[in-house]
């Protein structure tokens, strides 16, 4: 079984704070990426990599930033916390087209 | 650009009461067209992939079919624990992006 993780489910951070959300996959995929899930807005590409030390932008890339040093782990940065940044944040690994998510962190920026 | 609809938006049905769950995509090139199940606070649970128009796919009281413009899944029998949002998603011939529709919540009751 594919075996994505979120290093926190719930996480609460004041405005302007630096964040790092972690994820880690175990299957060895070469793809990973970053989401978002609001109400009424559905799922959103933040950003994703194809590689180790590669990143490409998705749809709504302002305000992160994101880093893959090794295969397993990619990790979604936040420089400076808003609290339009309060969201759902959802990692996800592929290896080639089906996506495998992670269990979510719920994230509030207050 | 790729697009992908879903309706209804919101579905109520009584336990046993079978329904189908509409996905309509403008893709260009369809690599694959994916259903995934979430619960509340949860990420999305992979559940069919299909790649080509008119296959199928099944899995206890639920059955994936896919034309050269829809998907459809189909609920037979439907019990309370089936209430979740189904989401649909579809893949190009260009990247690694999946573009999501906006899902389907579905409510059972007992």
């Known amino acids: 079984d594919v075996k994505v993780t979120q290093s926190s489910r719930y996480l609460v951070k004041r405005t302007g704070e630096k964040v790092f959300l972690e994820c880690v996959q175990d299957?060895?995929?070469?793809?990973m990426f970053w989401y978002r899930q609001d109400p009424g807005l559905g799922l959103r590409l933040i950003y994703f990599s194809y590689d180790v030390k590669m990143k490409e932008k998705g749809d709504i890339p302002e305000g992160y930033s994101v880093s893959r040093e090794k295969k397993e782990r990619f990790s979604l940065i936040l420089e400076s916390a808003s609290t339009n940044q309060t969201s759902m944040y959802l990692c996800a690994s592929s290896f080639i087209y089906e996506q495998y998510f992670g269990p979510g962190t719920r994230l509030t920026v207050t | 650009e790729d697009q992908v609809t879903q309706s209804p938006e919101a579905l109520r049905l009584q336990e046993g009461e079978s329904s189908s769950l509409n996905c309509s995509y403008t893709?260009?090139?369809?690599?694959?067209l994916f259903w995934y199940r979430q619960d509340p606070g949860k990420g999305p649970e992979f559940l069919f992939t299909l790649y080509s128009a008119g296959e199928e796919k099944e899995k206890e009281r639920l059955k994936a079919t896919l034309t050269k413009k829809e998907s459809f899944l189909h609920i037979t029998a439907p019990k309370p624990e089936d209430s979740a949002t189904y989401l649909c998603a579809a893949h190009n011939n260009a990247g690694n992006m999946l573009t999501f529709g906006g899902g389907t919540r579905l409510m059972v009751k007992p």
């Open positions: 299957m060895d995929h070469e793809n």
């Open positions: 893709v260009s090139g369809l690599r694959g």
